[in-house]
């Protein structure tokens, strides 16, 4: 199917033409079909409402997922080191991303909450701060990245130079892609905390179409391969930034003359950072097991890598219902409704679970055959089946974690969620030693989806423990 784009007589100036026609048609549709609007989380139907919010935020990520898959395909028949190069550099990308989600955290509980409150002048003064922030921490990011990107890719101990080179590269049009990454993020968070996640799912809906269609084009006809990939991931998230900032204006009103002031930037932080911490550290911590990995061959790295894409099944929606009941947590903590946001957790606690138990079966049951639909290396294909088996296991355990996540954030009690997530993904690294000389690779896979099994049941407990204090927390807003 690759070679469709090498040996058609379809000319490269007729599939930029197209490639035109429909971003202009995305772009038109956008602009008239995204009314942006705040939506009251306050009023009605406790299931409806956080089934409203979460289907537009699963949406997104179904979107993420297709693309993610559709992208995999083709790197994939460019062979295994391929894949590896960019599942090496994906972890530092997703390392400035767990960095940011200070901003976008803090940024996030506050606007909630500020609208729950109807404060308009505050809303405006956190939207304002957290912009601020973004892009100065967006523009460190990418200098960094660059700057010590071949220092952070040697780290992986993968011993294989053209991989390492492929990695590099990557990761090189990655860095400015952040920048405008950093935005899309962080407006998505802000629209959904005014109750709006309809129009963050539309225009993420454009940026992945784009680079659906511009993907083959860069890889094949143009002949860039992994450079290729990472150049229409840019280009995407550049058309999604302008929609963003467009909508943005139109939803915060940005003429006004409200001005942050130094406590809005120290309660951001404030909220964000546990979180923030306990993000950077699961992606450090990824990155040592990563290196782990590597000692087991570039096969093993590709085989995590198409086995964390398919795994992506089950987070999409858990990823929704964690945006989706921190949004409607914090907007009804604000309106002082704490029947709402005991109700609102149980409701959102079901129907994870019920979800990510169907995954956990998929898995079980058909783990090689999702892999093979990526490669045909049958070391890779080994490889994969066995960690989908395993990581299986643990994903209703992950759902209770991410949507206590999202409960916690919401309440404005980010170091609970983040606590639990530091201490026991830690421990993910001595239970990997302990384990590999019995398991071996396996032990990897089994240290994270023990973790993850323990830190959804602490959650839980936790959610019960803190029940009380919820009132006290409403009061105080």
Not at 123 to 137: A, D, E, K, W
Not at 156 to 162: D, E, K, R, V, W
Not at 205 to 227: D, R
């Amino acid at each position: 199917m690759c070679r469709f784009f090498v040996d058609s007589d379809v000319t490269i100036a007729k599939i930029v033409s197209s490639c035109l026609y429909i971003t202009k048609w995305l772009y038109k549709v956008s602009k008239e079909s995204c009314h942006v609007k705040t939506v009251d989380l306050t009023t009605g139907n406790v299931q409806r409402v956080i089934v409203a919010l979460a289907l537009p935020l699963v949406g997104s990520s179904l979107l993420q997922f297709t693309y993610s898959l559709v992208d995999m395909f083709w790197v994939g028949a460019l062979g295994s080191d391929a894949v590896a190069s960019i599942g090496a550099a994906s972890f530092y990308i997703m390392l400035a991303q767990a960095i940011q989600s200070l901003i976008v955290v803090g940024a996030g509980i506050k606007v909630s909450q500020a609208v729950g409150k109807r404060d308009d002048e505050l809303i405006q003064r956190y939207v304002r701060s957290g912009r601020r922030l973004n892009f100065g921490l967006g523009l460190l990011s990418a200098l960094l990245l660059v700057s010590l990107g071949p220092t952070l890719i040697g780290f992986l101990n993968m011993n294989a130079p053209t991989v390492e080179h492929l990695a590099y590269q990557y990761l090189l049009v990655s860095a400015p892609m952040l920048l405008f990454s950093f935005f899309n993020l962080l407006f998505a968070r802000l629209f959904s905390a005014c109750g709006n996640t309809t129009t963050a799912m539309r225009i993420n809906a454009t940026g992945v179409i784009l680079n659906m269609m511009l993907s083959p084009l860069f890889i094949y006809p143009l002949g860039l391969g992994v450079l290729g990939a990472g150049l229409a991931t840019l280009a995407a998230n550049a058309v999604m930034f302008g929609f963003f900032w467009h909508r943005a204006r139109a939803l915060f009103d940005w003429e006004e003359t409200v001005r942050p002031v130094r406590a809005d930037y120290t309660e951001i932080f404030r909220l964000g950072f546990p979180m923030a911490t306990q993000r950077v550290l699961f992606t450090v911590i990824s990155i040592f097991l990563a290196r782990m990995i590597g000692s087991y061959g570039t096969e093993a790295i590709a085989a995590q890598r198409i086995g964390l894409q398919i795994e992506a099944i089950a987070y999409m929606m858990i990823g929704g219902l964690n945006g989706a009941i921190a949004s409607y947590t914090g907007q009804n903590l604000g309106a002082r409704k704490i029947d709402r946001v005991h109700e609102g957790y149980r409701v959102t606690t079901r129907i994870g679970m019920l979800y990510t138990g169907l995954i956990t079966l998929v898995f079980l049951v058909f783990p090689d055959a999702l892999i093979r639909l990526f490669v045909d290396d049958p070391t890779t294909i080994d490889i994969g089946a066995s960690y989908l088996r395993i990581i299986g296991v643990s994903l209703i355990f992950a759902s209770l974690e991410m949507i206590g996540n999202g409960y916690f954030s919401g309440l404005g009690l980010p170091k609970i969620p983040a606590t639990i997530s530091i201490v026991f993904t830690v421990a993910r690294i001595p239970l990997a030693i302990l384990l590999e000389p019995v398991l071996g690779l396996d032990a990897i896979w089994w240290s994270m989806a023990i973790s993850s099994i323990v830190k959804g049941l602490v959650s839980a407990l936790y959610v019960r423990l803190t029940k009380k204090e919820v009132i006290s927390l409403a009061e105080a807003i």
